[in-house]
């Protein structure tokens, strides 16, 4: 594994468990298809929760993460949403809401910042 993909894993499950912590139960992490990945995919009553990831430590200058997620990322990410539904004919009929987590993981004192998205394309 390389050291950009433990930081993402690390990320990733920093989210997870904040999300979980909040009664919200993962169907998906890392579901892969053509079109892309869904870092995760997590369900709350009949809510929906697409949560892309993205980690970052202080050297970094991209806003946090916030300039990778690019319009090419998110028309993947939609792609990738609807395959996943295609997948999943039981959780169409769910509220389905996108977010992403900027992730800093500088030292010991991580935070998360979650940005509500509300167009993909």
């Known amino acids: 594994m390389t050291k950009q993909q433990i930081q993402g894993d690390r990320a990733e499950e920093i ?16 579901w892969t298809c053509r079109w892309g ?48 539904r295609s997948d999943h004919p039981d959780a169409d009929h769910q509220l389905l809401q996108v977010v992403l987590a900027l992730v800093n993981l500088s030292g010991s004192a991580t935070s998360v910042r979650w940005l509500a998205i509300h167009q993909l394309s």
């Open 37 to 84: 990945e869904l870092d995760l995919v997590l369900q709350k009553d009949q809510r929906l929760l697409v949560v892309e990831v993205k980690g970052r430590t202080a050297r970094r200058h991209d806003r946090g993460g916030l300039d990778a997620f690019h319009s090419r990322k998110r028309r993947r990410l939609a792609r990738a949403i609807n395959c996943w």
């Open 15 to 30: 989210a997870f468990k904040l999300l979980q912590g909040k009664g919200w139960v993962l169907l998906d992490r890392n």
